[in-house]
């Protein structure tokens, strides 16, 4: 069974722009979950969707916004971007919902310079 | 908001059994307590999870007092491969986080 992919796996994006990151989650699963991760702050949960409806967010502001297809795939969006949004961009999937198992991806490293 | 404290890291020997402890005062009534190990460049990996007492699976043990307020991942027999950073997982019932991760333990384990 193939594991959560993220794409792009690296990303450089300057302040101001805006940068969407994908998450392809383990089939059957519906529930996908993104997380920030940094140095500083450690492991942020951001949001969960599960069959395409946002179920659960964390405490992030509105910049940061995603959605879930028909497919249970999903997107992340971070519209204008500020230095600290540098991070690890985690993606996981989960059968049950985000408190249960979840299986991560690799991550997408993102830079904003 | 809800706080969740680990050690900053441990040391261990192969062959040596590792008790990493998660203190969690304000987790949510109804939830659960997860731990994840985590490579460099790589995602967590899901360790082992549990709600009270002690539950037990083929790589560890989690054991969590009545009041729920700690929890303590047992890791047996470790070895280098077990070299990781573990994090706990709980859900939050005073705010915003909805689920708040441990700040992160770093183990060594050296031969």
């Known amino acids: 069974k193939a594991g959560v992919t993220q794409t792009p796996r690296y990303l450089i994006k300057t302040r101001g722009q805006q940068v969407t990151l994908s998450c392809s989650p383990i089939?059957?699963?519906?529930?996908v979950s993104w997380y920030q991760q940094t140095p500083g702050q450690g492991l942020q949960f951001l949001f969960e969707?599960?069959?395409?409806?946002?179920?659960n967010k964390g405490n992030f502001p509105g910049r940061f916004s995603g959605r879930q297809f028909s497919n249970s795939r999903s997107e992340m969006n971070v519209s204008t971007l500020e230095l600290g949004d540098s991070a690890l961009y985690l993606c996981?999937?989960?059968?049950?919902?985000?408190?249960?198992?979840?299986?991560f991806g690799p991550g997408t490293r993102l830079t904003v310079t | 908001l809800a706080k969740t404290t680990q050690p900053i890291s441990m040391d261990s020997y192969e062959g040596q059994e590792v008790n990493i402890t998660c203190s969690h005062n304000n987790i949510a009534t109804n939830d659960y307590i997860t731990w994840y190990q985590q490579f460099p460049s790589q995602g967590p990996r899901f360790i082992i999870q549990g709600y009270k007492t002690k539950v037990t699976n083929e790589v560890a043990s989690l054991f969590i007092p009545a009041d729920r307020k700690s929890s303590t991942l047992s890791l047996p027999r470790v070895s280098l491969s077990d070299t990781a950073v573990y994090y706990c997982?709980?859900?939050?019932?005073?705010?915003?986080?909805?689920?708040?991760f441990g700040t992160g333990t770093r183990l060594l384990v050296s031969p």
């Open positions: 997982l709980v859900g939050d019932n005073t705010g915003f986080q909805k689920l708040v």
């Open positions: 996981a999937s989960s059968l049950a919902g985000f408190k249960n198992e979840q299986y």
């Open positions: 089939s059957g699963h519906r529930s």
């Open positions: 969707y599960f069959s395409e409806t946002q179920r």
